[in-house]
């Protein structure tokens, strides 16, 4: 049987028509649940549907690459030139016949569709955010209502106990909200949907499919960080003092975080889980040979390592080691960052996520390695970093950083 072109577009409609009915269930609940509220509050419901079912993504995502389904259908966006496996039931059976155990069979071939019609019903909620927000940026533009707060001088704060909340511009529209996050949220998904095309076409190239996983958490970030602004724009949260340590803390494990995150993609895509089995050693010993520069030689296929030859099994360790070593200073810091958050009653729900989050993560990760790779233990272990990623940037963006405790410094040194 002939190979299929790897972008054949003629079931592009049809898909995406696919994605608009699987769309319209979660905007007719959304407007019709909230049918008396304000569009802005309809939107914040929306972009927080919309995250869920992008976690859920991300989820499936992570089914997709761990049961090698990658290529159950060989051409993007449609399965052999059809926007189903029923229609390309004859290619899929002649390629299952050549290959049971291949890539492309009836069942990988139907949970990469899947994961195409969920993709793009995100892509069609994303689309409606971005026209509705616009549409209600517009409406607000030029008007303020009626009693609204006269704008406040910077370093203004509200009225209250030290270490309050401060008023955001947002707040100070009476309900305006910016459009400029559902724009960078669609751009973004369009740039994913991309790189969905590449791992695909490319063949499951480690580099490609390690950027198309940190592209669904990142998409799950903006969500987030979408979420929050609604919220704050309306009135009903307000960003919350930290110290300036705190703060920074903050800041840092954030960063490591992706970090670790783009490891452990690049841990996943080379199939280096199983390089070691053991722990805390590995392969009996606590630095057992690892070649780094061929494991981190991100521009090659999926197998390969520097010679053209089969990656070696030293490269593999490396990748997994590096991984694991990572890991001990983020759930370190993990927990460090909760015990801080926890003594602020406005942070302790955060604080709470977090330590349990990172006590999940080490789990799952352990159980990774000593069970042998069990696809319930993988999965998990990608919903607890992408759960991480949504709890740590809600954290983020509910908060900012203490501007008086630096004066206050520097005024008691003064008096010294």
């Known amino acids: 049987m002939d190979t299929p072109d790897l972008y054949n577009l003629s079931p592009a409609l049809r898909l995406m028509g696919m994605g608009l009915v699987l ?31 992008t976690f859920d993504l991300v989820l499936f995502g992570a089914f997709t690459r761990l049961t090698d389904s990658g290529l159950g259908c060989p051409d993007w966006p449609g399965c052999y030139g059809h926007a189903s496996p029923v229609g390309a039931q004859h290619p899929i ?11 492309v069979t009836h069942g ?39 009693g609204a707060a006269e704008p406040a001088l910077p370093g203004r704060r509200r ?19 910016s459009a400029w996050w559902p724009m960078l949220t669609l751009v973004w998904v369009c740039v994913q949907g991309a790189f969905g095309a590449l791992t695909v076409t490319m063949k499951l190239f480690p580099l490609i499919v390690t950027l198309h996983l940190l592209g669904g958490l990142i998409l799950l970030a903006l969500l987030r960080a979408q979420a929050v602004r609604y919220a ?35 841990v996943s895509t080379n199939y ?16 057992p040979q690892m070649d780094f520069r061929e494991g981190f030689t991100l521009w090659r296929a999926l197998g390969a390592g520097l010679d053209g030859d089969n990656i070696s099994f030293q490269a593999l360790t490396a990748i997994h080691y590096v991984h694991r070593l990572t890991a001990y200073v983020v759930f370190a810091a993990l927990l460090w960052l909760a015990s801080r958050l926890r003594h602020l009653p406005a942070m302790r729900s955060h604080a709470l996520w977090i330590g349990a989050l990172a006590l999940w993560q080490f789990a799952t990760g352990l159980s990774n390695v000593v069970l042998g790779w069990p696809l319930v233990a993988a999965v998990s272990h990608t919903g607890g970093a992408a759960a991480l990623v949504v709890v ?25």
């Not at 269930?25 to 079912?53: D, E, H, S």
């Not at 930290?242 to 840092?252: F, I, K, M, R």
């Not at 950083?401 to 410094?409: D, F, I, Q, Y």
């Open 23 to 53: 769309a319209l269930g979660p905007l007719a609940w959304v407007w019709l649940r909230n049918k008396n509220q304000p569009m802005a509050r309809r939107l914040r419901v929306l972009t927080l549907v919309t995250l869920f079912l």
């Open 93 to 103: 059976s002649v390629a299952q016949a050549a290959m049971p155990s291949g890539p």
């Open 108 to 146: 990988k071939a139907w949970i990469e569709m899947i994961h195409r019609y969920l993709a793009t019903g995100v892509g069609v909620l994303i689309l409606t955010l971005t026209v509705f927000t616009w549409l209600e940026r517009r409406a607000h533009s030029g008007s303020s209502p009626a």
């Open 159 to 177: 009225s209250g106990p030290p270490g309050g909340q401060r008023i955001t511009r947002s707040e100070k529209r009476g309900g305006a909200i």
């Open 232 to 266: 704050q724009a309306q009135g009903d949260a307000l960003p919350v003092a930290l110290p300036a340590a705190t703060w920074l803390l903050l800041a840092v494990t954030f960063v490591l975080l992706w970090v670790q995150i783009a490891l452990g993609g690049w």
């Open 272 to 287: 280096a889980v199983l390089a070691c089995t053991d722990f805390p050693a590995c392969q009996g010993s606590l630095w």
């Open 392 to 416: 740590l940037t809600g954290t983020l963006f509910s908060s900012y950083r203490t501007p008086e405790l630096a004066s206050a410094s520097k005024l008691r040194a003064s008096s010294l």
